[in-house]
Nanobody
Framework: QVQLVESGGGLVEAGGSLRLSCAASGRTFSINYINWFRQAPGKEREFVAA????????YYADFVKGRFTISRDNARNTVYLQMNSLKPTDTAIYYC???????????????WGQGTQVTVSS
């Protein structure tokens, strides 16, 4: 099993920044990718960004390109999501998820964190 714990959410004004963290523990050798997803009220959970835990591969949804940056600290088993130029439409619960194989599909990820709320005021 892999355990994931998110932190760093909060309330920020439009145009502001937040950095989310996802700390992984347990059988981390069994995973190769950690993703960020988000779910806004009344909407389906959607892919935001992904990072491969070895090498330099990163992936982004079009709506965050140029604003969000995903990175990792392997020594701390932690993945970060730096979010800049935040918009009210970024308001959602942000989840990190882990899997062996890369995908943008929610149902391909067996391990999930509890989520952290991000609220962007206008």
């Amino acid at each position: 099993q892999v355990q994931l714990v998110e932190s760093g959410g909060g309330l920020v004004e439009a145009g502001g920044s937040l950095r989310l963290s996802c700390a992984a523990s347990g059988r981390t050798f069994s995973i190769n990718y950690i993703n960020w997803f988000r779910q806004a009220p009344g909407k389906e959970r959607e892919f935001v960004a992904a990072i491969k835990l070895s090498g330099s591969s990163t992936y982004y949804a079009d709506f965050v390109k140029g604003r969000f940056t995903i990175s990792r600290d392997n020594a701390r088993n932690t993945v970060y999501l730096q979010m800049n130029s935040l918009k009210p439409t970024d308001t959602a619960i942000y989840y990190c998820a882990a899997a062996r194989v890369y995908s943008v599909a929610v149902n391909q990820y067996p391990y999930w964190g509890q989520g952290t709320q991000v609220t962007v005021s206008s």
